[in-house]
């Protein structure tokens, strides 16, 4: 894999900011710092800045609700209206966690990435519901209970925001304590995660990056501060560095933080993100994955207002790669790029 001619031909290269690197067991092999953390400022991104990853979050909660799976507190067959202590109004009964997890389970989605204005709907529903406001999982109930299923349950992939929303009220109900303090207390700080957090957008930590937003009819730029939830949730908004990326992929691949066997379950590929042999793009327990060859490699995404990010382990060189931006741009195409020329 030739990192610097697939970075060249990365059409996105020249207007980057943010934070691309890439890392093999003997350290890092390739690392680009571009713009600014803070624009108006003038400080840099720089290797340790920690980045909003918006979906890459999912990855974390997936780990999580595994963690309870191996201690035997949860299981892939739960049903959600058995687990949770909540009316969940036109939420399918035969919803399990499996479902959930594998963005099986058809609920209707508070913000439906399926659809083309996607984004659109979500600054009307930020209307609805002030960002300031976002701050517990049970807020997000009215915007989910009262939605009719899109789909009955196992009978597709499709990818839902709503479903690991309540994959984190799950991890409440069963844990007893909050989303955010479970995943801080059984994941970050085991891992040894030294700029990872569910920050709070009004109160971000030194060396973390605004999101950035740029207005169509001034150019001007405003930062992400209300475009998204005031305090991350369990489908979205964990901050964290490529660094920490790096030891995370390693602690999962090394079972530190599940057991051996958990660990192939969540990594197995367990549905078809494209129908059942109509490609080699699967999804496991919280994680992409897809085949090159021989390889399997694995990888989570996310992108919001001002946030594009995706990182990538590849097992068989034992590398992990992660892009992590802070300004709208075509992050998929350089993943695309890497995962077509592992080999």
Not at 91 to 107: E, P, Q
């Amino acid at each position: 894999m030739d990192l610097n001619e697939i970075w060249e031909n990365w059409a996105d290269a020249g207007n980057f900011s943010g934070v691309f690197s890439v890392s093999a067991e003997q350290g890092i092999i390739f690392e680009k710092c571009c713009g600014f953390r803070n624009r108006y400022e003038n400080l840099p991104n720089i290797s340790t800045t920690a980045f909003g990853i918006a979906s890459g979050t999912k990855m974390f909660t997936g780990l999580a609700v595994c963690k309870l799976i191996g201690e035997k507190k949860l299981s892939l067959k739960d049903r959600l209206w058995d687990v949770l202590p909540y009316d969940l109004g036109k939420i399918d009964k035969r919803v399990t966690v499996f479902h959930l997890l594998t963005h099986t389970s058809g609920i209707g989605d508070y913000i439906d990435e399926e659809v083309e204005n996607s984004m659109e709907q979500l600054q009307k529903l930020y209307t609805l519901y002030p960002v300031y406001l976002w701050e517990r999982l049970e807020y997000y109930l009215p915007m989910i209970t009262p939605l009719p299923p899109k789909f009955g349950p196992g009978t597709r992939y499709g990818y839902s925001n709503a479903g690991f929303i309540m994959l984190g009220l799950v991890i409440e109900a069963v844990s007893g304590i909050p989303y955010q303090q479970f995943v801080n207390d059984t994941i970050i700080i085991p891992c040894k995660l030294e700029h990872t957090g569910f920050y709070r957008m009004d109160q971000l930590p030194e060396n973390t990056a605004y999101g950035y937003v740029q207005e169509n009819d001034t150019g001007h730029w405003r930062t992400n501060t209300f475009c998204i939830p005031v305090l991350g949730g369990s489908d979205g908004g964990l901050f964290t560095c490529a660094k920490d990326l790096d030891r995370l992929w390693r602690a999962v691949f090394s079972f530190e933080i599940l057991s051996e066997e958990m660990t192939h379950t969540f990594i197995k590929p367990q549905v078809n993100r494209h129908g059942e042999g109509n490609s080699s793009e699967y999804y496991g327990l919280g994680v992409y994955m897809t085949n090159a060859g021989d390889n399997s490699i694995y990888y989570t995404v996310g992108g919001d207002f001002g946030v594009e990010f995706f990182s990538a382990y590849f097992p068989k060189a034992k590398m992990a790669a992660s892009l992590l931006a802070n300004t709208d741009i075509r992050a998929s195409l350089l993943l695309k790029a890497m995962l077509s020329s592992a080999d």
